[in-house]
Each structure stands twice: as structure tokens, then as C-alpha cells.
């Protein structure tokens, strides 16, 4: 069975930092994109950052980027998010997520990937 197993999730400071990490676990797959969304409970989910298979290319939430920074060297290698000056706004449940898909097409929908990790808890306190 193949997941995706996230950790580094936890309560901070506004201001702090935190590393969130998703490693693809069980039978080899090469996933062509990965990414983290996150969802606050009652509102839509929302992408926040993507990375190609060697993590040359980089996507992200326009008004996130520059806090936050994803990485990622290698199909079964981990992925990682790297966030910075974080704001009780960033307060959430982050997932991770991966497709399958070559096509660089509908990197921020959610829809376009094929399997998801169990999310990872990350609060901001002011």
C-alpha cells in the first residue's frame, strides 16, 4: 500500500518557523509533483506549495511565497515545507499530497492529485 506520511506539525509562536515533512512510503511510485495543501475547519482548502519531481520547479500560493519554501530532491525522496515568520492566519491542518501526472496543468487543484497523506496539525499563537 503506498502513502504519504507527514510529520513536523506542532503549536509556535507567531514569528516562529516550522518544517513540516512528507515521505512517500510502500511500493515505489514515481510521483511526477508533490505538494502541501492546508484547510482550516469550514473553509475551502487551500494550495500552498508544489514541487517538480526533482524540485527544480516550484509552485506557490502567490501570497505565501517568500515564507514559505517547499523542497524536494527525487521521486522517493521526502518533500518538505519550510515556513517561516509564521501569522496566526497560517493556523491549519496541512496535507501533502502527490499525482501521478507528467502535465504540469492544474497544479493548485486539489482534484488533480491521486493520494494524500493524513494531515498534519499546525497552530499559530499571537
Known amino acids: 500500500q503506498v502513502q504519504l506520511v507527514e510529520s513536523g506539525g506542532g503549536s509556535v509562536q507567531a514569528g516562529g518557523s516550522l518544517r513540516l515533512s512528507c515521505a512517500p512510503s510502500?511500493?515505489?511510485?514515481?510521483?511526477?509533483?508533490m505538494a502541501w495543501f492546508r484547510q482550516v475547519p469550514g473553509q475551502e482548502r487551500e494550495f500552498v506549495a508544489a514541487?517538480?519531481?526533482?524540485?527544480?520547479?516550484?509552485w506557490y500560493e502567490d501570497s505565501l511565497e517568500g515564507r514559505f519554501t517547499i523542497s524536494r530532491d527525487g521521486a522517493e525522496n521526502p518533500v518538505f515545507l519550510q515556513m517561516n515568520s509564521l501569522k496566526p492566519e497560517d493556523t491549519a491542518v496541512y496535507y501533502c499530497?502527490?499525482?501521478?501526472?507528467?502535465?504540469?496543468?492544474?497544479?493548485?487543484?486539489?482534484?488533480?492529485?491521486?493520494?494524500w497523506g493524513q494531515g498534519t496539525q499546525v497552530t499559530v499563537s499571537s
Open positions: 514541487a517538480s519531481l526533482s524540485g527544480v520547479t516550484k
Open positions: 499530497a502527490a499525482r501521478a501526472s507528467a502535465y504540469y496543468s492544474g497544479i493548485k487543484d486539489g482534484g488533480q492529485y491521486d493520494l
Open positions: 510502500g511500493r515505489s511510485v514515481r510521483w511526477y509533483v
